[in-house]
């Protein structure tokens, strides 16, 4: 589902953020992806966004190579992404109802359907009765779950999470994570980035560990 | 919480992918269009004044090029009415015996290198000229009609060096005083009329670029203050078409209500306008009226404006999009 083939990243002004990095994730599986911070866990990530194109190296997502997408072809591949920002980049305009419901307006569903969609995801992160109020008002914690409801809400084929416990308290951290792996049950393939070593060790699950941008570890 | 966890127990609840048909796309794009108009709108009404300000200079900027354009068009249709420019006036000795003058007229029929001859003999012109200078009284008290004869010729051949020849050739005939190629000024004034023409629509073009950084600046500024939708937007997929929609509103809604207050302005100017062009016209005992933009004219200037906005939109917002594009 996602290969990464002698992958790195070589930002503007010379820094290089990730080197020669391999590995691959089969479709189903969930992985986590570890290291210090400024390691590149969040530069993998958006690779795989194709926020940022690879210096050199080849990424395919879904049997499909990154490198020839062109800006017609993004919108696309990201839909079949979803993703959970480092800093849940929630739009404090709108209330949490429109914020999750953007991804399935772009997608173009239906509103009804929309609806119905926007609050199963709601449901499942718990915040249900929270729909109509502005995420500003919401604690950190809830605003962090907003962000989830909305990357899944268009049942992606890939969730892709940068950080999502950061701001939790360990019991929701955990909630978090079984809400991952009931994702990665119904077959959605998860990457979670994440230094919360305690966390994923509890998880068991395969883990890649980044170091200084070179990949020193996938147990 | 409780139900943070109650959910767990279905988890397959609404997962199934979901598959857009094209007519689910179709309709997605019209209901898209619906949306955005709508917010477009409940965006100015937002803020009213601003949005107003903005209009009228744009509506300004429009005016002033189409006013400039109708007055020409309206100064190239005063002088259309005296297009021949082929005419030459022979004034006769006065001398001549009516029936002199007449043969003498004959004759120049049957030139080869005239097409058309109008005698007006001194009768006629005293009859003419009293009536329209307002002199009857003195003209009556002449003993003798000071007037000559004239003879209107039309010269086949229009061009301005054969033009003269003949006026020397007719000038030479011994029955007439005088001959004179009296539209030469008509095409200087038409020379000038198209110097004009050409600085009016340098002058349109420099406004029209006005137009396009004003447009374009407020869509600029529109597109920064949403620059956070945009960014979450397009990382959850939005096409640039779909990023680029609400602001090709805008610029449209810009150009096209701008154009119609242009239109307003030149309407009403005209017909202020109106009233006394008419009184000078009938002065010279002329009918002539001013006419506006008219139909073609206003859907011509609605269009520049809808483009203009729309080009104005399109470029504010490829210029963000473009930084947006992954390197
Ligand atoms: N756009 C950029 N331009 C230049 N350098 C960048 C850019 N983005 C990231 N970097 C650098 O690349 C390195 C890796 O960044 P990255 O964000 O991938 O780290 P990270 O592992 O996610 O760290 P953290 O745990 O703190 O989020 C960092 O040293 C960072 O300074
Ligand atoms: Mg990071």
């Given at each position: 589902m996602i290969a990464f083939e002698q992958v790195s990243k070589e930002y503007?002004?010379?820094?290089?953020?990730?080197?020669d990095v391999s590995f691959s994730i089969s479709p189903g599986e969930m992985v986590f992806l570890t290291g210090h911070s400024g390691a590149g866990k969040s530069t993998v990530l958006k690779l795989i966004m194709l926020m940022e194109r690879a210096s050199s190296g080849s990424i395919a997502i879904g049997g499909k190579n990154?490198?020839?997408?062109?800006s017609g072809d993004i919108p696309f591949h990201r839909r079949q992404i979803g993703v959970v920002f480092q800093n849940h980049?929630?739009?404090?305009?709108?209330?949490v109802f429109d914020n999750i419901v953007l991804p399935l307006r772009i997608c173009g569903y239906d509103a009804v359907d929309a609806a119905r969609r926007v609050r199963a995801a709601l449901d499942k992160v718990g915040?249900?009765?929270?729909?109509?109020?502005?995420?500003?008002?919401?604690s950190t914690g809830e605003q962090q779950r907003i962000g989830i409801a909305r990357a899944i809400v268009h049942k992606p084929k890939i969730l892709l999470a940068d950080e999502?416990?950061?701001?939790?308290d360990p019991q929701l951290s955990a909630e978090v994570m079984t809400l991952f792996q009931q994702f990665n049950r119904i077959g959605t393939t998860v990457l979670v980035a994440s230094h919360d070593l305690n966390l994923i060790r509890r998880m068991n699950c395969r883990t890649l560990t980044l170091q200084q941008g070179r990949l020193v570890d996938d147990v | 919480m409780s139900d943070f966890r109650a959910s767990?127990?279905?988890?397959?609840?609404?997962?199934e992918q979901h598959v857009l048909t094209k007519q689910d796309q179709r309709r997605h794009w019209f209901q898209h269009h619906g949306e955005v108009a709508k917010d477009c709108l409940r965006q100015w009404l937002s803020a009213p004044t601003a949005t107003l300000m903005t209009i009228l200079v744009l509506a300004v900027a429009l005016a002033l090029p189409s006013f400039l354009f109708t007055s020409l068009a309206n100064i190239t249709r005063l002088t259309a009415s005296w297009d021949d420019e082929n005419k030459i006036s022979l004034y006769l000795h006065?001398?001549?015996s009516q029936s002199q003058i007449e043969s003498f007229s004959q004759r120049l029929l049957l030139?080869?290198?005239?097409i058309a001859v109008d005698l007006v003999d001194a009768e006629q012109g005293l009859l003419e000229f009293k009536q329209y200078s307002g002199f009857s009284d003195v003209l009556d008290s002449?003993?003798?009609?000071p007037l000559p004869a004239v003879i209107s010729v039309l010269a086949k051949d229009t061009g301005e060096q054969s033009l003269e020849k003949l006026q020397q050739q007719l000038y030479a005939l011994?029955?007439?005083e005088q001959a004179v190629l009296d539209l030469q000024w008509i095409k200087r004034l038409n020379a000038m009329l198209l110097v004009l023409q050409r600085a009016i629509i340098a002058l349109s073009l420099l406004l029209a670029c006005a137009v396009l950084l004003i447009i374009g600046n407020t869509i600029r500024l529109n597109v920064e203050s949403r620059r956070d939708e945009i960014l979450v937007a397009k990382l959850m997929g939005a096409t640039n078409a779909w990023v680029r929609r609400p602001f090709l509103y805008t610029g449209i809604f810009y150009g096209v209500t701008a154009s119609i207050a242009a239109w307003l302005i030149i309407e009403m100017s005209l017909i202020v306008m109106q009233n006394p062009v008419l009184q000078l016209s009938l002065l010279y005992q002329s009918n002539f009226k001013l006419i506006g933009l008219g139909g073609i004219g206003g859907l011509l200037l609605l269009l520049v404006g809808l483009s203009l906005g729309l080009l104005a939109a399109f470029i504010s917002v490829n210029k963000f999009l473009n930084q947006l594009e992954p390197k």
């Amino acid at each position: 589902m996602i290969a990464f083939e002698q992958v790195s990243k070589e930002y503007q002004g010379g820094y290089k953020a990730i080197q020669d990095v391999s590995f691959s994730i089969s479709p189903g599986e969930m992985v986590f992806l570890t290291g210090h911070s400024g390691a590149g866990k969040s530069t993998v990530l958006k690779l795989i966004m194709l926020m940022e194109r690879a210096s050199s190296g080849s990424i395919a997502i879904g049997g499909k190579n990154l490198a020839p997408m062109g800006s017609g072809d993004i919108p696309f591949h990201r839909r079949q992404i979803g993703v959970v920002f480092q800093n849940h980049q929630l739009l404090f305009d709108r209330s949490v109802f429109d914020n999750i419901v953007l991804p399935l307006r772009i997608c173009g569903y239906d509103a009804v359907d929309a609806a119905r969609r926007v609050r199963a995801a709601l449901d499942k992160v718990g915040l249900l009765d929270r729909e109509k109020l502005n995420p500003r008002v919401l604690s950190t914690g809830e605003q962090q779950r907003i962000g989830i409801a909305r990357a899944i809400v268009h049942k992606p084929k890939i969730l892709l999470a940068d950080e999502p416990t950061g701001n939790l308290d360990p019991q929701l951290s955990a909630e978090v994570m079984t809400l991952f792996q009931q994702f990665n049950r119904i077959g959605t393939t998860v990457l979670v980035a994440s230094h919360d070593l305690n966390l994923i060790r509890r998880m068991n699950c395969r883990t890649l560990t980044l170091q200084q941008g070179r990949l020193v570890d996938d147990v | 919480m409780s139900d943070f966890r109650a959910s767990s127990a279905h988890p397959k609840r609404g997962a199934e992918q979901h598959v857009l048909t094209k007519q689910d796309q179709r309709r997605h794009w019209f209901q898209h269009h619906g949306e955005v108009a709508k917010d477009c709108l409940r965006q100015w009404l937002s803020a009213p004044t601003a949005t107003l300000m903005t209009i009228l200079v744009l509506a300004v900027a429009l005016a002033l090029p189409s006013f400039l354009f109708t007055s020409l068009a309206n100064i190239t249709r005063l002088t259309a009415s005296w297009d021949d420019e082929n005419k030459i006036s022979l004034y006769l000795h006065t001398d001549l015996s009516q029936s002199q003058i007449e043969s003498f007229s004959q004759r120049l029929l049957l030139r080869a290198d005239l097409i058309a001859v109008d005698l007006v003999d001194a009768e006629q012109g005293l009859l003419e000229f009293k009536q329209y200078s307002g002199f009857s009284d003195v003209l009556d008290s002449l003993q003798q009609n000071p007037l000559p004869a004239v003879i209107s010729v039309l010269a086949k051949d229009t061009g301005e060096q054969s033009l003269e020849k003949l006026q020397q050739q007719l000038y030479a005939l011994p029955q007439v005083e005088q001959a004179v190629l009296d539209l030469q000024w008509i095409k200087r004034l038409n020379a000038m009329l198209l110097v004009l023409q050409r600085a009016i629509i340098a002058l349109s073009l420099l406004l029209a670029c006005a137009v396009l950084l004003i447009i374009g600046n407020t869509i600029r500024l529109n597109v920064e203050s949403r620059r956070d939708e945009i960014l979450v937007a397009k990382l959850m997929g939005a096409t640039n078409a779909w990023v680029r929609r609400p602001f090709l509103y805008t610029g449209i809604f810009y150009g096209v209500t701008a154009s119609i207050a242009a239109w307003l302005i030149i309407e009403m100017s005209l017909i202020v306008m109106q009233n006394p062009v008419l009184q000078l016209s009938l002065l010279y005992q002329s009918n002539f009226k001013l006419i506006g933009l008219g139909g073609i004219g206003g859907l011509l200037l609605l269009l520049v404006g809808l483009s203009l906005g729309l080009l104005a939109a399109f470029i504010s917002v490829n210029k963000f999009l473009n930084q947006l594009e992954p390197k």
